[in-house]
């Protein structure tokens, strides 16, 4: 079976177009790069979860890549602060019991806390991507819809289970 890393913001819950809208309601710019640090390691993640939609169904696709039994599945997150880890465990363990959850701090490149040799990343931002692709990892882009840019993509996550099927 293949190790399957998916990331959790951007892909799984929209908690990106969530915190911008919070931030632009409380006078944020986005630019400030001390400011939006400051803003996600004190933001209130239960209460930002609760509030957030998923995307693309991206829960009962996950669901649907642990029933292919292709995949060694993970979410792999980056995290700010341990509230933020605390939350987003609790939340994924109450959705998805079978998957295991790996945090790793924001200071730190996902790279350095998995192996990414061989195995696949799912992620929405393109800078983890890269970097997977430099390890030796197999990476696809998340998009919400197809960007058609220089990186394999996809909108939902199950397509992962076709690429894959040899
Ligand atoms: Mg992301």
Do not use: R
Not at 77 to 97: A, G
């Amino acid at each position: 079976m293949k190790q399957l890393y998916i990331d959790f913001d951007g892909v799984i819950l929209d908690t990106i177009s969530k915190t911008y809208e919070e931030m632009d309601k409380l006078g944020i710019d986005i630019k400030d790069e001390k400011k939006v640090m400051d803003y996600y390691c004190n933001v209130d993640w239960k209460k930002l979860i609760e509030e957030t939609e998923e995307i693309n169904d991206s829960i009962n696709e996950i669901k649907k890549i642990c029933a292919s039994k292709k995949f060694n599945v993970y979410i792999l997150t980056h995290v700010n602060s341990i509230n933020e880890m605390i939350e987003k465990i609790k939340y994924l363990h109450k959705k998805l019991p079978q998957v295991t959850v790996v945090s790793v701090p924001k200071e730190i490149p996902k790279t350095d806390v998995v192996n990414a040799s061989g195995a696949i990343l799912i992620d929405d931002y393109s800078g983890n991507i890269k970097q997977w692709q430099k390890k030796l990892g197999i990476g696809i882009k998340f998009v919400k819809e197809l960007e058609n840019k220089d990186l394999p993509e996809i909108t939902h996550l199950s397509e992962v289970i076709d690429l894959f099927n040899q």
